[in-house]
């Protein structure tokens, strides 16, 4: 199983669709500007009733989503001890509250985008990127870039399965010379793959006809459900915003 | 390395992000042209190789891993434009497929993995190998590894600064104290980058043996160096100026906290009870009262340094070049 800084479940899964709910049909724009500004809305705060109101919308966000939970917890997971140890950091130095403070707004945050990267096909959120003006460059390389990794994850696994095969254990610590050996050879050959493989593509997209940008064959238009989604949004992490600004000068 | 959202105050995230889009913004200006042709699919596929080299975990002992970065090996590769342009779109990924690293953060992170990582990385390669460069595969190999130690290093110690500047900016509401993420960050780091370098080491030697164009592509690919001497010579200059980059990136922090928070001396002074005598004689210009004048001050400063740097280089190589003639 190829692993993704200890997220490994999602490689795999996300060459597939996602299981189809609302969420995952709303406009790709409307989703990514409606979290992303409730993602902003809730780094700012810093009242612990706004905070928690803030955990409550994320939550109920979650929920409704229909998110696999389990996904939802495993990715959270990778996020903990950064959590961890700025809370207790904060426990200690400044007080309780401030050191629960930060445990709701990091959670919030992450659940909340964690939602949206879950409940969204991934193609469908690069040309959301794409149609809300992130520069041709970064959303072609990012959509070729995540066409590749699973390409050369895959490559990874048989390497991987063949190192085994041969007796090989993953090596025991830093000063274990022959394991190191071996995986900057694994991290080389990847490399000479992928770099070899890079111009057979390269062919291969010109004669389809490519030219820096790539266009998109789906084109949807913004929909009532997709505007009161966006509404919502933008409202509660209004309303947030001016209530923390008005409770702290 | 990956900071969530939430953990940073909003001003020093607001700074990471300008930061980031400034950087960004001139490595892609500057690599368009060659972007169109036949290097996007080439960058696209080299951060995907990077990106899937992260997930090989190696041991540091005691049952615990570590993974690879990879911006120094990027950098070394394909030189530092493309290295950044290749991180960002890494990171781009892992925050918006996986989640992993926030938005607001974004910047931040991008900045530590995607820009100081691979410049760090690239400038103390390129400063080392004039130095070690004779001893062949050894020196080689020591140049790369200590790219890569380095570039590990500094990135978190610019990410422990950023989580100190935080803390002392918004008084205890986000961050971490400098005394728990200097020593978390710089200690795990430390031991971190050792498994980075002797893997940066090992996957150039590798590529060396096995496949020396991934290397020598590029460099024949450019043709405004001419003469040996005269690509050292420019390298050299440019690597100090990605180093020196990495520090002018660091200054709008270091205002920001010494505006906000307390200075070390004075934070001393004040234990000790002495209090500052009147001044011996006045300095022309001031540091100014606030953030913004301290941080002006700080890049005319560091324009001012770079600028006379950078003649004093061009003198040099004026009168070396009539020397020759």
Sequence with gaps: MATVHGNPFQLHKAGRDTEETWFTRLDPRAKLLGILTFVITGAILTSTDLLLAALVLAAALAAASRVSAWNLAKAYIVALPFILLASVSLFIFTGPVQGANMVIRVSTCVLALLVLVNGTETFDLFLGLRRLKVPAVLTTLVMLTYRYVLLISEELDRMRIARKARGFSGGKSLLDRYGLRVLSYTAGMLLVRSSARADNIYEGLKMRGFREDMAAWRRRTMASADFAFLGLFLAASGALITIQLGVVP | ?325
């Excluded at chain 2, 938005?103 to 530590?112: E, H, K, R, V, Y």
């Excluded at chain 2, 995607?114 to 130095?131: D, E, H, R, S």
């Excluded at chain 2, 020598?216 to 200059?237: D, E, F, I």
């Design chain 2, 1 to 325: 390395m990956h900071i969530p959202d939430g953990l940073m105050d909003p001003t020093v995230a607001a700074i990471g992000l300008i930061e980031f889009a400034a950087i960004v913004s001139v490595a892609i200006v500057v690599s368009r042209r060659s972007l169109r042709e036949k290097d996007l699919p080439r960058v696209a596929m080299l951060s995907a190789g990077i990106f899937v080299a992260q997930m090989l975990n190696f041991p540091i002992g005691g049952g615990t891993t570590g993974h690879l970065v990879g911006g120094a090996l990027f950098a070394i590769m394909v030189g530092p434009t493309f290295a950044i342009i290749g991180m960002t779109v890494i990171l781009l990924i892992q925050a918006l497929m996986f989640g992993d690293g926030g938005i607001t953060a974004f910047g931040l992170n991008a900045l530590n993995m995607a820009i100081i990582a691979p410049l760090v990385g690239w400038g103390v390669f390129n400063l080392m190998k004039p130095l070690v460069g004779r001893t062949g595969r050894i020196g080689q190999g020591v140049s790369v590894g200590t790219a890569a130690w380095a570039s590990v290093f500094v990135a978190a110690a610019a990410c422990a600064a950023e989580m100190a500047v935080s803390y002392a900016i918004s008084g205890g509401t986000y961050g971490i104290a400098a005394t728990v993420s200097v020593p978390a960050m710089l200690g795990f780091h430390a031991v971190i980058g050792v498994g980075e370098a002797a893997i940066s080491a090992g996957v150039v030697t590798y590529l060396e043996h096995v496949s020396p164009e991934t290397f020598s592509r590029r460099a024949a690919a450019n043709p405004s160096s001419s003469g040996r001497k005269g690509v050292l010579r420019s390298t050299t200059l440019r690597a100090s100026g990605a180093v020196l980059l990495v520090l002018a990136l660091a200054l709008p922090f270091y205002f920001l906290y010494a505006a906000e928070g307390r200075d070390g001396l004075e934070q001393t002074m004040e234990d000790a009870g002495v209090t500052e005598g009147a001044q011996l004689a006045n300095s022309p210009f001031t540091y100014g009262q606030n953030y913004f004048g301290a941080l002006f001050s700080g890049i005319i400063g560091f324009v001012a340094v770079s600028l006379a740097m950078t003649g004093i280089m061009r003198a040099l190589d004026g009168r070396r070049a009539a020397d020759e003639m």
